[in-house]
């Protein structure tokens, strides 16, 4: 799977931005239809990203559409306007049933065939941010082997079940929890909601709470400014010392294993598979993020 740390999003309709965002070696940006665009001009946006699509050189950056929601009289305009551009995948926002997703899965594959892609060479990500998208998340998370990642959003959800946003976030951390499950439990990322602060006064915050989604399990986080992409990258990328330190802990975990030990200690701390296990992953981050371990 690729690496997604941060997911810098931009209104699809300012070609600037989407220059921009290209050009910062970015994990991935997410050109938007949705809530970033005005309703008026839904159409001027889906020609300015098929036209960024041909034109603009992303770098090793993925290329991601949000679309407007399948509820919404927008998404299927959204992708038969773009899909021909072939994008790297869809975000699909407000996802509340599993053959939502579905339906639109089926949609790509028909354009693979059509212009003889690989199946399944479109990925769909799905944000989850309303009260019945929780509910269902068991039956989202199942639904089609396209989809590659859950998001999580905060502000919508709030708004979706009535609560007041907080700095601690304990209103929805429920749902943040609840979303991260599902996805390691149907195999797929979990990408956290955006900090949507752009105070300097509010960075340390950004910090936290970026570092709190890795904490939880979460892989990458939404990006709204070129100013977070650095910081958030930076929080998923496992620094120097904890490769050193996870590297130490396999190898002394093989070692012992050779002499028949299962169980052991390490500078005064216990040792055995689940943190020989969460070792390891560290250094499958480290080597996704392009780093020799
Ligand atoms: N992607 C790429 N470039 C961006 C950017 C983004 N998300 N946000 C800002 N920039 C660029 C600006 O174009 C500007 O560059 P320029 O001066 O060369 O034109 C530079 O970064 C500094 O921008 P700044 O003045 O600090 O921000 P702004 O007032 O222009 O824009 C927002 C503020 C919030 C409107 C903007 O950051 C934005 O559009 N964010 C994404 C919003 C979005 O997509 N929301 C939907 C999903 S939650
Ligand atoms: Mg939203």
Avoid: C
């Avoid at 690729?2 to 300012?14: S, T, V």
């Avoid at 931005?17 to 949705?34: P, Q, R, T």
């Avoid at 008026?40 to 946006?45: E, H, L, T, Y």
């Avoid at 919508?156 to 976030?169: C, N, Q, Y």
């Amino acid at each position: 799977m690729r690496i997604r740390r941060a997911l810098l999003f931009m209104p699809g309709d300012d070609r600037r931005k989407i220059e921009k965002g290209a050009a910062l070696g970015v994990d991935s940006i997410i050109m938007d239809l949705e809530d970033g665009v005005a309703f008026n001009n839904k159409p001027a946006a889906r020609a300015t990203i098929f036209a960024a699509l041909r034109e603009v050189s992303f770098g090793r950056s993925e290329k991601l559409i949000r679309i407007n929601p399948a509820s919404s009289e927008f998404y299927e305009d959204d992708i038969n306007a773009t899909v021909h551009a072939h994008p790297d995948g869809y975000v699909v926002p407000k996802v509340e049933h599993g053959r939502q997703v579905q339906e639109i899965s089926s949609w790509l594959l028909t354009a693979e065939h059509k212009h003889d892609w690989e199946e399944g060479s479109i990925a769909l990500l799905a944000i989850i941010e309303t009260a019945m998208g929780v509910v269902n998340l068991r039956e989202i998370a199942s639904s089609d082997p396209r989809l590659t990642a859950l998001i999580f959003g905060a502000e919508d959800l709030a708004s979706s079940i009535g609560a007041i946003r907080t700095p601690d976030g304990w209103e929805v951390f429920y749902a943040r929890s609840k979303v991260v499950m599902h996805a390691k439990a149907f195999g797929m990322q979990a990408l956290d909601t955006p900090f949507v602060s752009l105070a300097e006064a509010d960075n340390d915050h950004l910090i936290a709470e970026t570092e709190q989604a890795l904490y939880m399990g979460y892989d990458g986080k939404l990006a709204i400014h070129p100013k977070q992409v650095d910081v958030i990258q930076r929080v998923f990328t496992p620094t120097s010392e904890q490769i050193a330190q996870a590297k130490r802990l396999v190898e002394a975990h093989e070692q012992r294993q050779r002499g028949g030990t299962g169980v052991f200690a390490l500078d005064g701390r216990m040792v055995d598979m689940p943190m020989v296990r969460a070792a390891e992953k560290v250094l499958a981050r480290a080597r996704a993020a392009g780093i020799a371990v």
